[in-house]
Protein backbone atom coordinates (compact mmCIF):
# COMPACT_ATOMS: atom_id res chain seq x y z
CA UNK A 1 0.00 0.00 0.00
CA UNK A 2 1.10 3.49 -0.96
CA UNK A 3 1.44 5.76 2.04
CA UNK A 4 2.24 8.59 -1.14
CA UNK A 5 -0.47 11.08 0.21
CA UNK A 6 1.42 10.87 3.67
CA UNK A 7 4.15 10.97 2.62
CA UNK A 8 3.71 14.38 0.64
CA UNK A 9 2.27 15.70 3.57
CA UNK A 10 5.21 14.72 5.44
CA UNK A 11 6.18 11.93 7.60
CA UNK A 12 5.02 14.07 10.53
CA UNK A 13 1.68 14.97 9.24
CA UNK A 14 -0.52 13.75 12.64
CA UNK A 15 -3.39 14.65 14.43
CA UNK A 16 -2.18 18.41 15.46
CA UNK A 17 0.28 19.13 13.31
CA UNK A 18 -2.01 21.39 11.33
CA UNK A 19 -2.30 19.00 7.69
CA UNK A 20 -5.87 17.62 7.18
CA UNK A 21 -6.68 14.26 6.92
CA UNK A 22 -4.26 13.01 4.25
CA UNK A 23 -7.50 10.07 2.91
CA UNK A 24 -6.60 7.93 0.27
CA UNK A 25 -8.44 8.14 -3.02
CA UNK A 26 -8.01 6.48 -6.32
CA UNK A 27 -4.19 7.68 -6.60
CA UNK A 28 -3.25 4.63 -4.17
CA UNK A 29 -4.32 2.62 -6.99
CA UNK A 30 -1.41 4.66 -9.24
CA UNK A 31 2.18 2.55 -9.10
CA UNK A 32 5.43 3.16 -10.72
CA UNK A 33 7.08 1.95 -13.42
CA UNK A 34 9.79 -0.72 -12.26
CA UNK A 35 10.94 -1.44 -15.57
CA UNK A 36 9.36 -0.27 -19.22
CA UNK A 37 10.44 -2.01 -22.94
CA UNK A 38 8.94 -1.80 -26.04
CA UNK A 39 8.35 -4.60 -27.79
CA UNK A 40 6.00 -5.03 -31.47
CA UNK A 41 5.66 -0.98 -30.91
CA UNK A 42 4.23 -0.73 -27.74
CA UNK A 43 4.69 0.05 -24.50
CA UNK A 44 5.23 -2.57 -22.05
CA UNK A 45 4.96 -0.83 -18.39
CA UNK A 46 5.95 -3.73 -15.64
CA UNK A 47 4.80 -2.41 -12.57
CA UNK A 48 4.23 -3.94 -9.16
CA UNK A 49 1.10 -5.11 -10.52
CA UNK A 50 2.96 -6.85 -13.31
CA UNK A 51 5.35 -8.90 -10.81
CA UNK A 52 2.77 -9.68 -8.28
CA UNK A 53 0.47 -11.17 -11.21
CA UNK A 54 3.63 -13.25 -12.31
CA UNK A 55 4.47 -14.56 -8.93
CA UNK A 56 0.10 -15.56 -8.72
CA UNK A 57 0.60 -17.41 -11.92
CA UNK A 58 3.98 -18.89 -10.71
CA UNK A 59 3.15 -20.12 -7.20
CA UNK A 60 -0.51 -21.87 -8.65
CA UNK A 61 1.51 -23.33 -11.15
CA UNK A 62 4.33 -24.52 -8.96
CA UNK A 63 2.44 -25.45 -6.61
CA UNK A 64 -0.11 -27.89 -8.49
CA UNK A 65 2.35 -29.01 -10.69
CA UNK A 66 4.43 -30.86 -7.37
CA UNK A 67 1.10 -31.55 -6.04
CA UNK A 68 -0.04 -33.72 -8.98
CA UNK A 69 3.10 -34.81 -10.55
CA UNK A 70 3.49 -38.39 -9.39
CA UNK A 71 0.18 -39.39 -8.04
CA UNK A 72 -0.79 -42.07 -5.76
CA UNK A 73 -3.39 -43.78 -5.07
CA UNK A 74 -3.77 -42.43 -1.56
CA UNK A 75 -3.52 -39.57 -1.31
CA UNK A 76 -0.35 -37.65 0.95
CA UNK A 77 0.52 -33.71 1.69
CA UNK A 78 0.52 -31.41 -1.26
CA UNK A 79 -1.95 -33.73 -3.36
CA UNK A 80 -4.43 -33.95 -0.87
CA UNK A 81 -4.53 -30.32 -0.46
CA UNK A 82 -4.43 -30.42 -4.39
CA UNK A 83 -7.29 -32.50 -4.80
CA UNK A 84 -9.33 -31.27 -1.98
CA UNK A 85 -9.06 -27.79 -4.31
CA UNK A 86 -10.35 -30.15 -7.49
CA UNK A 87 -12.28 -31.88 -5.55
CA UNK A 88 -14.43 -28.38 -4.04
CA UNK A 89 -14.57 -27.20 -7.56
CA UNK A 90 -15.91 -30.52 -9.57
CA UNK A 91 -18.67 -31.62 -7.30
CA UNK A 92 -19.10 -28.07 -5.74
CA UNK A 93 -19.42 -25.89 -8.80
CA UNK A 94 -19.46 -27.66 -12.33
CA UNK A 95 -21.34 -30.45 -10.94
CA UNK A 96 -24.06 -29.09 -8.92
CA UNK A 97 -24.34 -26.07 -12.27
CA UNK A 98 -23.94 -27.81 -15.20
CA UNK A 99 -24.14 -31.27 -14.11
CA UNK A 100 -22.35 -34.46 -15.10
CA UNK A 101 -20.99 -33.33 -18.89
CA UNK A 102 -19.52 -30.47 -16.97
CA UNK A 103 -16.03 -32.30 -16.00
CA UNK A 104 -14.64 -31.40 -19.40
CA UNK A 105 -14.84 -27.44 -17.59
CA UNK A 106 -13.57 -28.34 -14.71
CA UNK A 107 -9.84 -27.50 -15.48
CA UNK A 108 -10.81 -24.21 -16.94
CA UNK A 109 -12.81 -23.11 -13.59
CA UNK A 110 -10.30 -24.40 -11.46
CA UNK A 111 -7.46 -22.66 -12.65
CA UNK A 112 -10.09 -19.51 -12.48
CA UNK A 113 -11.04 -19.81 -9.24
CA UNK A 114 -7.25 -20.27 -7.94
CA UNK A 115 -6.02 -17.34 -10.09
CA UNK A 116 -8.71 -14.90 -9.09
CA UNK A 117 -8.26 -15.88 -5.33
CA UNK A 118 -4.69 -15.60 -5.09
CA UNK A 119 -4.86 -12.17 -6.99
CA UNK A 120 -7.42 -11.45 -4.62
CA UNK A 121 -5.17 -12.85 -1.72
CA UNK A 122 -2.61 -10.30 -2.62
CA UNK A 123 -3.89 -7.70 -0.90
CA UNK A 124 -3.41 -9.02 2.40
CA UNK A 125 -0.23 -10.12 1.95
CA UNK A 126 2.74 -8.54 4.00
CA UNK A 127 4.74 -6.58 1.52
CA UNK A 128 2.65 -7.09 -1.72
CA UNK A 129 -0.51 -5.58 0.47
CA UNK A 130 -2.59 -4.47 -3.04
CA UNK A 131 -4.86 -7.40 -4.72
CA UNK A 132 -3.66 -7.53 -8.14
CA UNK A 133 -7.64 -7.83 -9.52
CA UNK A 134 -8.18 -4.45 -7.91
CA UNK A 135 -6.57 -2.48 -10.80
CA UNK A 136 -9.56 -2.52 -13.30
CA UNK A 137 -7.76 -4.13 -16.33
CA UNK A 138 -7.69 -7.73 -14.74
CA UNK A 139 -11.20 -8.21 -13.84
CA UNK A 140 -11.74 -7.02 -17.63
CA UNK A 141 -9.22 -9.82 -19.36
CA UNK A 142 -10.84 -12.43 -16.91
CA UNK A 143 -14.55 -11.35 -17.71
CA UNK A 144 -13.50 -10.94 -21.25
CA UNK A 145 -11.91 -14.59 -21.18
CA UNK A 146 -15.04 -16.05 -19.68
CA UNK A 147 -17.08 -14.09 -22.17
CA UNK A 148 -14.95 -15.33 -25.50
CA UNK A 149 -15.54 -18.77 -23.91
CA UNK A 150 -19.46 -19.31 -23.75
CA UNK A 151 -20.62 -17.39 -26.65
CA UNK A 152 -18.76 -19.34 -29.05
CA UNK A 153 -19.32 -22.44 -27.13
CA UNK A 154 -22.92 -21.98 -27.29
CA UNK A 155 -23.26 -21.37 -30.78
CA UNK A 156 -21.08 -24.19 -31.66
CA UNK A 157 -23.50 -26.34 -29.25
CA UNK A 158 -26.66 -25.27 -30.20
CA UNK A 159 -26.27 -23.25 -33.63
CA UNK A 160 -26.20 -20.09 -34.26
CA UNK A 161 -29.73 -20.03 -34.62
CA UNK A 162 -30.77 -22.02 -31.74
CA UNK A 163 -28.77 -20.36 -29.52
CA UNK A 164 -29.44 -16.65 -30.01
CA UNK A 165 -33.02 -17.56 -30.98
CA UNK A 166 -33.27 -19.14 -27.27
CA UNK A 167 -32.04 -16.44 -25.51
CA UNK A 168 -33.05 -13.76 -27.69
CA UNK A 169 -36.80 -14.80 -28.32
CA UNK A 170 -37.58 -16.67 -24.85
CA UNK A 171 -40.42 -19.20 -25.78
CA UNK A 172 -44.28 -18.69 -24.11
CA UNK A 173 -44.50 -14.52 -24.63
CA UNK A 174 -47.31 -13.36 -27.43
CA UNK A 175 -45.78 -12.52 -29.84
CA UNK A 176 -45.92 -8.61 -30.16
CA UNK A 177 -44.01 -8.09 -26.18
CA UNK A 178 -40.61 -9.20 -28.38
CA UNK A 179 -40.14 -6.11 -29.56
CA UNK A 180 -40.11 -4.47 -26.38
CA UNK A 181 -38.41 -7.94 -24.86
CA UNK A 182 -35.44 -8.37 -27.62
CA UNK A 183 -33.83 -5.67 -27.29
CA UNK A 184 -34.10 -5.80 -23.20
CA UNK A 185 -32.37 -9.32 -22.98
CA UNK A 186 -29.70 -8.97 -25.61
CA UNK A 187 -28.39 -5.89 -24.11
CA UNK A 188 -28.87 -8.11 -20.26
CA UNK A 189 -27.19 -11.03 -21.68
CA UNK A 190 -24.58 -9.90 -24.06
CA UNK A 191 -23.50 -6.54 -23.54
CA UNK A 192 -24.36 -6.40 -19.29
CA UNK A 193 -23.39 -9.91 -18.20
CA UNK A 194 -19.73 -9.58 -18.96
CA UNK A 195 -19.75 -5.86 -17.67
CA UNK A 196 -21.03 -6.59 -14.21
CA UNK A 197 -18.87 -10.26 -13.95
CA UNK A 198 -15.94 -7.81 -14.23
CA UNK A 199 -16.78 -4.72 -12.42
CA UNK A 200 -18.36 -6.99 -9.46
CA UNK A 201 -14.60 -8.85 -8.63
CA UNK A 202 -13.38 -5.27 -9.34
CA UNK A 203 -15.32 -2.92 -7.37
CA UNK A 204 -15.03 -5.10 -4.03
CA UNK A 205 -11.25 -5.59 -3.97
CA UNK A 206 -11.49 -1.61 -5.03
CA UNK A 207 -13.64 -1.06 -1.78
CA UNK A 208 -11.90 -3.87 0.25
CA UNK A 209 -8.39 -2.48 -0.58
CA UNK A 210 -9.29 1.72 0.13
CA UNK A 211 -11.00 0.75 3.66
CA UNK A 212 -8.08 -0.89 5.03
CA UNK A 213 -5.68 1.63 3.30
CA UNK A 214 -8.23 4.11 5.01
CA UNK A 215 -7.71 2.76 8.70
CA UNK A 216 -4.50 2.22 8.74
CA UNK A 217 -3.45 6.09 7.61
CA UNK A 218 -5.87 7.03 10.01
CA UNK A 219 -4.25 5.04 12.68
CA UNK A 220 -1.20 6.82 11.56
CA UNK A 221 -2.35 10.18 11.20
CA UNK A 222 -4.02 10.02 14.89
CA UNK A 223 -0.70 9.17 16.69
CA UNK A 224 0.01 12.36 18.41
CA UNK A 225 0.17 13.37 22.26
CA UNK A 226 -3.29 13.87 22.88
CA UNK A 227 -5.44 11.12 24.72
CA UNK A 228 -8.10 11.13 22.10
CA UNK A 229 -4.83 10.73 19.29
CA UNK A 230 -3.82 7.55 21.18
CA UNK A 231 -7.09 6.28 21.40
CA UNK A 232 -7.89 7.05 18.47
CA UNK A 233 -5.19 5.45 16.97
CA UNK A 234 -5.63 2.11 18.63
CA UNK A 235 -9.20 2.04 17.40
CA UNK A 236 -8.26 2.22 14.00
CA UNK A 237 -5.67 -0.04 14.36
CA UNK A 238 -7.66 -2.88 15.57
CA UNK A 239 -10.31 -1.62 13.05
CA UNK A 240 -7.72 -1.66 10.29
CA UNK A 241 -6.65 -5.57 11.30
CA UNK A 242 -10.55 -6.93 11.62
CA UNK A 243 -11.00 -5.67 8.05
CA UNK A 244 -8.32 -7.43 6.95
CA UNK A 245 -9.78 -10.00 8.71
CA UNK A 246 -12.89 -9.80 6.90
CA UNK A 247 -11.39 -9.19 3.09
CA UNK A 248 -9.66 -12.18 4.02
CA UNK A 249 -13.20 -13.57 3.73
CA UNK A 250 -14.98 -11.65 0.80
CA UNK A 251 -11.46 -12.57 -1.56
CA UNK A 252 -12.74 -16.31 -1.54
CA UNK A 253 -15.86 -15.13 -1.52
CA UNK A 254 -15.20 -13.43 -5.05
CA UNK A 255 -13.34 -15.51 -6.05
CA UNK A 256 -16.05 -18.74 -5.95
CA UNK A 257 -18.59 -16.40 -7.20
CA UNK A 258 -16.62 -15.74 -10.54
CA UNK A 259 -16.23 -19.02 -10.76
CA UNK A 260 -20.03 -19.98 -9.73
CA UNK A 261 -21.37 -17.25 -12.50
CA UNK A 262 -18.49 -18.39 -15.06
CA UNK A 263 -20.15 -21.92 -14.45
CA UNK A 264 -23.66 -20.70 -15.08
CA UNK A 265 -22.39 -19.20 -17.95
CA UNK A 266 -20.99 -22.02 -19.18
CA UNK A 267 -24.14 -23.80 -18.93
CA UNK A 268 -26.15 -21.51 -20.14
CA UNK A 269 -24.17 -22.21 -23.21
CA UNK A 270 -24.52 -26.34 -23.21
CA UNK A 271 -28.19 -27.02 -22.21
CA UNK A 272 -30.56 -25.17 -23.59
CA UNK A 273 -32.45 -22.62 -21.38
CA UNK A 274 -35.93 -22.59 -20.49
CA UNK B 1 -0.79 -36.43 -14.56
CA UNK B 2 -3.01 -37.34 -17.37
CA UNK B 3 -1.36 -37.17 -20.37
CA UNK B 4 -3.54 -34.65 -21.59
CA UNK B 5 -3.01 -31.74 -19.01
CA UNK B 6 0.29 -31.14 -21.03
CA UNK B 7 -1.12 -31.60 -24.36
CA UNK B 8 -3.90 -28.97 -23.92
CA UNK B 9 -1.46 -26.60 -21.95
CA UNK B 10 0.49 -25.92 -25.27
CA UNK B 11 -2.77 -25.83 -27.42
CA UNK B 12 -3.34 -23.02 -25.31
CA UNK B 13 0.04 -21.06 -25.31
CA UNK B 14 0.63 -22.41 -28.70
CA UNK B 15 -2.95 -20.77 -29.93
CA UNK B 16 -2.62 -17.95 -28.06
CA UNK B 17 1.61 -16.90 -29.38
CA UNK B 18 0.69 -17.85 -33.13
CA UNK B 19 -2.71 -15.65 -33.55
CA UNK B 20 -1.24 -12.71 -31.97
CA UNK B 21 1.57 -12.74 -34.08
CA UNK B 22 -0.49 -13.19 -36.85
CA UNK B 23 -2.59 -10.50 -35.86
CA UNK B 24 0.44 -8.08 -35.40
CA UNK B 25 1.36 -9.25 -38.81
CA UNK B 26 -1.76 -8.14 -40.51
CA UNK B 27 -1.86 -5.09 -38.44
CA UNK B 28 2.07 -4.24 -39.39
CA UNK B 29 0.57 -4.98 -43.19
CA UNK B 30 -2.67 -2.89 -42.91
CA UNK B 31 -0.97 -0.02 -40.64
CA UNK B 32 0.07 -0.10 -36.93
CA UNK B 33 -2.90 -0.69 -35.20
CA UNK B 34 -2.61 -2.43 -31.50
CA UNK B 35 -6.37 -3.64 -32.16
CA UNK B 36 -5.68 -6.06 -34.67
CA UNK B 37 -3.12 -7.73 -32.60
CA UNK B 38 -5.68 -7.91 -29.78
CA UNK B 39 -8.02 -9.06 -32.12
CA UNK B 40 -5.57 -11.69 -32.96
CA UNK B 41 -5.15 -12.68 -29.17
CA UNK B 42 -9.00 -13.33 -28.99
CA UNK B 43 -9.69 -15.32 -31.99
CA UNK B 44 -6.15 -17.26 -30.80
CA UNK B 45 -8.00 -18.03 -27.75
CA UNK B 46 -10.96 -19.06 -28.89
CA UNK B 47 -9.64 -21.60 -31.12
CA UNK B 48 -7.48 -22.79 -28.46
CA UNK B 49 -10.60 -23.45 -26.35
CA UNK B 50 -11.91 -24.79 -28.84
CA UNK B 51 -9.62 -27.68 -29.01
CA UNK B 52 -8.81 -27.83 -25.43
CA UNK B 53 -13.02 -28.68 -24.63
CA UNK B 54 -12.79 -30.48 -27.89
CA UNK B 55 -10.14 -33.12 -26.29
CA UNK B 56 -11.53 -33.02 -22.73
CA UNK B 57 -14.98 -33.83 -23.45
CA UNK B 58 -13.32 -36.43 -26.05
CA UNK B 59 -11.33 -37.87 -22.94
CA UNK B 60 -14.97 -37.70 -20.73
CA UNK B 61 -16.96 -40.14 -23.55
CA UNK B 62 -13.54 -41.97 -23.06
CA UNK B 63 -14.21 -42.68 -19.32
CA UNK B 64 -17.80 -42.92 -19.71
CA UNK B 65 -17.45 -46.15 -21.96
CA UNK B 66 -14.66 -47.75 -20.03
CA UNK B 67 -16.83 -47.31 -17.35
CA UNK B 68 -19.93 -48.74 -18.57
CA UNK B 69 -17.82 -51.63 -20.39
CA UNK B 70 -16.44 -52.15 -16.74
CA UNK B 71 -20.08 -52.33 -15.12
CA UNK B 72 -20.91 -55.22 -17.98
CA UNK C 1 -34.55 31.45 -12.22
CA UNK C 2 -33.08 32.03 -8.55
CA UNK C 3 -31.39 28.99 -6.87
CA UNK C 4 -33.63 27.31 -4.35
CA UNK C 5 -31.33 24.51 -3.10
CA UNK C 6 -27.96 23.07 -3.20
CA UNK C 7 -26.22 20.18 -2.51
CA UNK C 8 -22.46 20.92 -2.01
CA UNK C 9 -19.40 18.68 -0.56
CA UNK C 10 -19.26 15.26 -0.81
CA UNK C 11 -21.64 14.60 -3.44
CA UNK C 12 -19.96 11.01 -3.77
CA UNK C 13 -21.12 9.78 -0.21
CA UNK C 14 -24.22 10.71 -0.58
CA UNK C 15 -24.60 8.93 -3.93
CA UNK C 16 -22.93 5.96 -2.13
CA UNK C 17 -25.56 6.31 0.94
CA UNK C 18 -28.27 6.21 -1.86
CA UNK C 19 -27.24 3.54 -3.77
CA UNK C 20 -26.70 1.56 -0.34
CA UNK C 21 -30.67 1.41 0.36
CA UNK C 22 -31.65 -1.02 -2.68
CA UNK C 23 -29.11 -3.88 -2.11
CA UNK C 24 -29.45 -3.87 2.27
CA UNK C 25 -33.15 -4.61 1.50
CA UNK C 26 -32.38 -6.99 -1.14
CA UNK C 27 -29.69 -9.12 0.59
CA UNK C 28 -31.73 -8.74 4.19
CA UNK C 29 -34.69 -10.75 1.84
CA UNK C 30 -32.23 -13.26 0.63
CA UNK C 31 -30.48 -14.08 3.72
CA UNK C 32 -34.18 -14.34 5.44
CA UNK C 33 -35.94 -16.44 2.69
CA UNK C 34 -32.66 -18.34 2.99
CA UNK C 35 -32.71 -19.49 6.67
CA UNK C 36 -36.60 -19.70 6.64
CA UNK C 37 -35.87 -21.82 3.51
CA UNK C 38 -33.22 -24.23 5.99
CA UNK C 39 -35.50 -24.00 8.55
CA UNK C 40 -38.03 -25.98 6.60
CA UNK C 41 -35.96 -28.60 5.38
CA UNK C 42 -32.68 -28.70 6.57
CA UNK C 43 -31.23 -31.39 4.60
CA UNK C 44 -31.45 -28.96 1.55
CA UNK C 45 -28.28 -26.96 3.16
CA UNK C 46 -26.27 -27.20 0.38
CA UNK C 47 -28.47 -26.49 -2.44
CA UNK C 48 -30.22 -23.75 -0.40
CA UNK C 49 -26.45 -21.82 0.91
CA UNK C 50 -25.74 -21.70 -3.14
CA UNK C 51 -28.29 -19.99 -3.93
CA UNK C 52 -28.14 -17.70 -1.15
CA UNK C 53 -24.56 -16.73 -1.90
CA UNK C 54 -25.01 -16.67 -5.67
CA UNK C 55 -28.39 -13.96 -5.24
CA UNK C 56 -26.39 -12.15 -2.65
CA UNK C 57 -23.26 -11.32 -4.87
CA UNK C 58 -25.49 -10.41 -7.45
CA UNK C 59 -27.59 -7.45 -5.36
CA UNK C 60 -23.79 -6.43 -3.36
CA UNK C 61 -22.59 -5.65 -7.00
CA UNK C 62 -25.17 -3.04 -7.14
CA UNK C 63 -23.78 -1.16 -3.70
CA UNK C 64 -20.40 -2.28 -4.89
CA UNK C 65 -20.72 0.00 -8.03
CA UNK C 66 -22.37 2.59 -6.31
CA UNK C 67 -19.18 3.07 -4.27
CA UNK C 68 -16.74 3.20 -6.89
CA UNK C 69 -18.67 5.37 -9.38
CA UNK C 70 -17.67 8.39 -7.75
CA UNK C 71 -13.97 7.54 -7.98
CA UNK C 72 -14.68 6.96 -11.94
CA UNK C 73 -17.15 9.97 -12.30
CA UNK C 74 -16.00 12.64 -9.67
CA UNK C 75 -13.62 15.67 -9.80
Not at chain 3, 10 to 26: E, H, Q
Request: proline residues 5%.
Amino acid sequence: MSLSNVVTSGLDCHLNSGCGFPAPGAEIFLFDDIAKFTILNTDVHVTKITVLLFISVAVILGFFIYAFHKPKLVPRGAQNVGEMGYVFIRDGIAREIIGKDGDPYVPYLFSFFFLVWLCNFMGIVPFAQVPVTSIFAMPVAFALIVYITWVPLGVYKQGFRGFFGGMLFPPGVPKPMYVLLTPLEFLSNLIVRPATHAIRLFANMFAGHLLIATFSIAAFYLLSASVIGILGSAASFTVAIALTAFEALIQFLQAYIFTLLAAVYISGALHAEH
Amino acid sequence: MSDSAWANTSRLITGLILYTGLGWLVSRWVGHQALLMAVGAIVGLALSYFLMFRSLEHERLKDEERRQQVQQ
Amino acid sequence: MSLLAEVTGSLGSIGYGLAAIGPGVGIGIIFGQGVQAIARQPEAYGVIRQNMILGFALAEALALIGFVAPFVFGK
